[in-house]
């Protein structure tokens, strides 16, 4: 099946990555938020990273109007009728992404996939408030979209091979993507690896065992690894890592998944990392 119209709702830090490599890619998005002042926000992130990538060289200011050009925003769901595929990149708040699928099960068309890119729930969960389970997959793209290569491909027990070939061509074929396929099970690969070490580390931290510099400086450099596991859990966002390692403790009940206490207390006093500069390395 070919995509010639995507579909995006949400345009966070997630998706407006994902919005703007398939943008960049000559795909046509139509980009869907809650409210027009999300709209807002979501069209700034996008152009202003668009700009940052004209300014450093990667991308020449036709491409970059190009891309614009290529992006429809809405704040109405019934828009996004026309899209042979959307992505839902909405809040990790499963209640939420049940009502979504439900709506736009009944506005797509009957061949249209919906994928979600949750990084913690299983798939299956929003699928099944479907009619269209078959036609329903993961695709967990990793942040920040317009750098990260991977796109893991997830199909539930009722994923058709069609809907996952459909998924994995776009990811690979038209948005030049690597692409890993899994089961549905909470976290996939990539998190149900990642967030126990990542959890160990905050253990560390709250022990008194180590500064966060040290251990992040320990593992780039003893480990090889592009950044610490404190500083990358600030990137991600602690209340999303709090959700991913919540959900995976839920699946599978042991204890090396559950969220360590300081987590915890980290995202009730609202250092969240990310762009904040409330994280780690200002607790």
């Known amino acids: 099946m070919t995509i010639s119209t995507l579909g995006v709702v949400g345009a966070g830090a997630m998706g407006s990555g994902i919005i703007e490599v398939a943008a960049k890619a000559g795909v046509s998005v139509i980009a869907r938020e809650i409210s027009p002042e999300a709209v807002e926000a979501g069209k700034r992130r996008v152009e202003g ?3 940052k990538a004209v300014e450093r060289g990667k991308l020449d200011e036709a491409a970059r109007d190009a891309a614009v050009a290529a ?3 809405t704040t109405d769901l019934a828009d996004l009728a026309s899209c042979g595929l959307v ?3 909405a809040p990790e708040n499963l209640e939420l992404k049940k009502e979504l699928f439900g709506v736009l099960d009944s506005v797509l068309g009957p061949d249209a996939v919906i994928a979600t890119n949750t990084s913690s729930y299983p798939i299956i969960e929003v ?3 479907t009619g269209r389970p078959e036609q329903v997959v993961g695709m967990h793209f990793f942040n920040p979209a317009t750098v990260m290569k991977l796109v893991e491909v997830i199909s539930t027990q009722r994923t058709s091979e069609a809907t996952r070939a459909t998924a994995s061509a776009f990811a690979s074929e038209v948005l030049g993507k690597r692409v890993v396929h899994c089961k549905d099970r909470a976290g996939f690969v990539v998190n149900m690896l990642l967030v126990p070490y990542l959890c160990q580390a905050m253990r560390m931290f709250e022990a008194g065992h180590a500064e966060a510099a040290d251990i992040d400086e320990a593992m780039k450099l003893g480990a090889g690894h592009p950044m610490g596991p404190l ?3 600030d990137m991600i966002g602690l209340d999303v890592m709090l959700w991913t390692a919540e959900s995976l403790h839920d ?4 204890a090396f998944y559950a969220p ?3 987590l915890r207390r980290m995202v009730a006093a609202g250092h969240l990392g990310r762009k904040t500069g409330q994280g780690f390395y200002s607790y």
């Open 49 to 51: 990273s668009l700009a």
């Open 71 to 73: 992006i429809v925003w």
């Open 87 to 89: 992505i839902e990149a």
């Open 127 to 129: 699928a099944m408030v």
């Open 231 to 233: 500083e990358l859990s």
């Open 251 to 254: 699946e599978y009940n042991e």
């Open 260 to 262: 360590p206490p300081l």
